[in-house]
Structures are given as structure tokens and as C-alpha cells.
């Protein structure tokens, strides 16, 4: 049973990068490229408020409109969806807040806290258990 809980899980992820350029891009941290850090109380974090070292629990957006890399044959990189994902790296629980980030609708899409990766039962509020990430998406197409 463990190992198909592992091998459901590692399709999930397989999937999730497969099906989005959003996680295939060739540079994640550099200026404009769509990614933005917010606190678990959902505030925007400071650029530099990574170095120092001490922050935890974070959440990610990863913007599938604002891709500024082109691919191999220059055309521009969209993705259908953006993603947030709320990285706990405390050992204890961690309540999070969903941050004003574009796309309001959220689908959980992958989620370390259930052994195949599902959604896990309560989502709301965003208590996510120590050492987890949690993968959210909403859809920017019409």
C-alpha cells in the first residue's frame, strides 16, 4: 500500500511539472520573473527578507502570465494557471492566510500532508502541519 500511495504521489508531481511551464522555467529568483514571497499572514515579504536566514514558513506565487524567458525557438512562455504554494519548513503547525495574489479560486493540487498527495480534509483554515508544502492553482484561462 505504501508504495502506491509513493507512486501516486510522484505521478502528481510528475504531472504538475509536465502539464505547467510554470515549473519548468530556467530561472526562478532573478527580478520580474513572476515569483512573490508573502508571510503566513499573507503580507508581501521585502526582497531581501529571505538572506537572513530565519524565515520558516512561506508562501510562493508563481505567476503563469509572467514568464519572461522565452523557449528554445524564442516564443513567449505562458502557463493556463498560476500557483501558490505554502512551504512549512517549522516543525510546528503554521496558520497561513491566503495572500491578495491574482485568481481568487484556489484547487489544491498537491499536498505533502496525505501519503498520495491529495487534498487533505479541512483545508480552510490554513493550518498546515510541520515540514509540509501545500500547492495551490487557480486558472487564468477565460
Do not use: C
Not at 40 to 47: K, M, V
Amino acid at each position: 500500500e505504501q508504495d502506491q500511495e509513493l507512486l501516486a504521489f510522484t505521478k502528481r508531481v510528475t504531472a504538475l511539472r509536465s502539464e505547467h511551464p510554470v515549473f519548468r522555467r530556467r530561472r526562478f529568483f532573478e527580478d520580474g520573473a513572476g515569483v512573490v514571497f508573502y508571510a503566513p499572514d499573507g503580507t508581501e515579504l521585502a526582497d531581501n527578507a529571505l538572506d537572513s536566514g530565519g524565515v520558516f514558513a512561506v508562501a510562493m506565487f508563481l505567476d503563469g502570465q509572467a514568464i519572461p524567458y522565452p523557449d528554445a525557438q524564442g516564443s513567449p512562455v505562458t502557463d493556463t494557471s498560476s500557483f501558490l504554494l505554502l512551504v512549512n519548513g517549522n516543525w510546528q503547525q503554521t496558520q497561513f492566510a491566503l495572500p491578495q495574489a491574482p485568481g481568487a479560486a484556489r484547487v489544491v493540487e498537491l499536498a505533502t500532508e496525505t501519503p498520495d498527495g491529495s487534498a487533505p480534509a479541512g483545508l480552510l483554515p490554513l493550518l498546515r502541519q510541520g515540514r509540509s508544502l501545500l500547492v495551490l492553482s487557480s486558472s487564468l484561462a477565460g
